[in-house]
């Protein structure tokens, strides 16, 4: 048994997943999270979004024994299909035959992750315990227990696992010459459902992530065991077409007969979900540093993503991994640890919340355009040809465990090639070594 003791401040993916992997090298854990035990409940309505599980998150799993047991619940996603307003679909594959991502729920993944922690004899868990302040100079976090009662908590080391709006950062907030960005979108999203046909069949294609690109707003969908999709709307707040004006059943009626008629069809539920569920915000937050004295940011509490690369929760999944082999590589250094894992990773979140921010634009509006989807063919047959010298930027993210912050730069290198390749209709020659090597070479290096 490792002799410091360690408190986390925070139960979702990353505080449970982080947990198990402390645990497993013998420290004493304790677990503080603000929810009550999900294992007993159900998911709070409107937040159980479903997830992209990918290479960077299967990795992190694996290291905790649970990739395999999470895959065999998922359903693999082969790529995009869309759907146009007249009904029309046009499929994208995202990456080369054999790759896919993975559609996993997020309150299943969750109870898995607890019930693993929660097996350990040196993990407590606290439920309904909220974090609502921190003296940072002793290691010392203050947690209202559910009779309301403040307590102290204190642990050699604090790890704040507690979401986009850390109450662990907050306080570190505060501290001289830390650096904070909050960036909220102009759109919200509203959590509906796709139902089963019958014999508990998907009534759309099983095996992909559906998106119904309207340009400035968008629906998308992800499949579920059973039959059904997890459906969500991404709609501006404000606006002509806005959640504003969704104030009735008969302007939401009109609104999916006008824009989502095919999906219309399939959602029986969906002016008691839109009503009943909640509308939640999309927010970027980004900050330096993820330390300060013995308090540590993981995850969402260190770099909140829009959800449109399909990376936040295995981006999160990946700061518990490195920060594992950190330890693994610099125990019992831990400044050196601390500084290690925030050098690592801050450039890396950085580069993935822009990935994201761009990837909201292609899907909305680019997804479904002749020269969009012109040049995407033009990028996988270059990744088909020549697979040693070019990968997509997307492959890069979703099947790879290299750098975010190298996969955002190549795709800059990757977007000047293809539009040269376009602009100077070689498309032609892509099969043709003699012609495309020099230009690989002269534009990736």
Same mark, same amino acid.
């Given at each position: 048994m490792m002799k410091e003791k360690i408190a986390i401040i925070g139960g979702g993916l990353s505080g449970?997943?982080?947990?198990?992997?402390?645990?497993?090298?013998?420290?004493?854990?304790?677990l503080y999270e603000r929810r009550g035990d999900m294992r007993k409940g159900k998911a709070e309505a409107g937040r159980s979004i479903n997830l992209a599980l990918s290479t960077r998150?299967?990795?992190?799993?694996?290291?905790?024994?649970?990739?395999?047991?999470?895959?065999?619940?998922?359903?693999?996603?082969?790529?995009?299909?869309?759907?146009?307003i007249k009904g029309e679909l046009t499929f994208q594959p995202y990456g080369k035959e054999g790759q896919f991502i993975n559609s996993v729920s997020r309150s299943g993944l969750n109870i898995k992750l607890l019930?693993?922690?929660?097996?350990?004899?040196n993990v407590t868990i606290h439920f309904n315990h909220r974090c609502v302040n921190a003296n940072l100079d002793q290691n010392i976090a203050?947690?209202?227990?559910?009779?309301?009662?403040?307590?102290?908590?204190?642990?050699?080391?604090?790890?704040?696992?507690?979401?986009?709006?850390s109450a662990v950062r907050t306080e570190i907030q505060k501290t001289p010459r830390f650096?904070?960005?909050?960036?909220?979108?102009?759109?919200?999203?509203?959590?509906?459902?796709?139902?089963?046909?019958p014999d508990a069949k998907h009534l759309i294609e099983k095996n992909a992530l559906h998106i119904w690109p309207r340009g400035e707003f968008m629906m998308i969908a992800l499949p579920n065991p059973g039959g059904s999709f997890t459906c969500t709307l991404f709609l501006p707040h404000e606006g002509k077409i806005s959640f504003e004006h969704m104030e009735t059943e008969e302007q939401v009626r009109n609104f999916y007969t006008t824009y989502f008629p095919d999906a219309l069809k399939m959602m029986p539920g969906l002016v008691h979900d839109f009503f009943a569920n909640p509308t939640g915000d999309l927010v970027t937050i980004r900050c330096n540093p993820w330390v300060y004295k013995k308090f540590v940011l993981v995850g969402d509490a260190a770099h909140a993503l829009i959800p449109f690369y399909g990376q936040g929760m295995n981006c999160s999944f990946e700061d518990v991994k490195e920060l594992d082999e950190i330890i693994e590589q610099h125990y019992p250094d831990w400044d050196l640890i601390c500084d290690t894992y925030q050098e690592a990773r801050i450039a890396n979140a950085n580069a993935i919340a822009d990935l994201a921010c761009k990837n909201f634009v292609e899907m909305r509006d680019l997804v479904g355009r002749p020269d969009f989807m012109h040049y995407k063919h033009v990028e996988h047959d270059l990744a088909e040809h020549y697979?040693?010298?070019?990968?997509?930027?997307?492959?890069?993210? #979703?099947?790879? #465990?290299?750098?975010?912050?190298?996969?955002?730069?190549?795709?800059?290198?990757?977007?000047?090639?293809i539009n040269y390749i376009i602009e100077h209709k070689l498309e032609s020659e892509l099969k043709n070594s003699d012609v495309m090597l020099p230009l690989l070479k002269d534009f990736l290096g």
């Open positions: 449970s997943l982080l947990a198990i992997c402390l645990a497993k090298r013998g420290f004493k854990i304790d998150g299967i990795e992190a799993l694996n290291k905790v024994g649970l990739a395999e047991q999470v895959l065999d619940e998922a359903i693999p996603m082969n790529g995009r299909l869309m759907h146009s019930e693993l922690a929660d097996a350990y004899e203050i947690v209202e227990n559910p009779e309301g009662k403040k307590i102290e908590v204190k642990a050699d080391i604090m790890f704040g696992t507690d979401g986009a709006f650096n904070y960005s909050q960036t909220y979108e102009n759109y919200g999203y509203k959590e509906l459902e796709i139902t089963p046909g697979p040693e010298v070019f990968k997509s930027q997307y492959s890069l993210v #979703t099947f790879a #465990t290299t750098p975010y912050s190298y996969a955002l730069a190549q795709g800059f290198k990757n977007e000047a090639l």
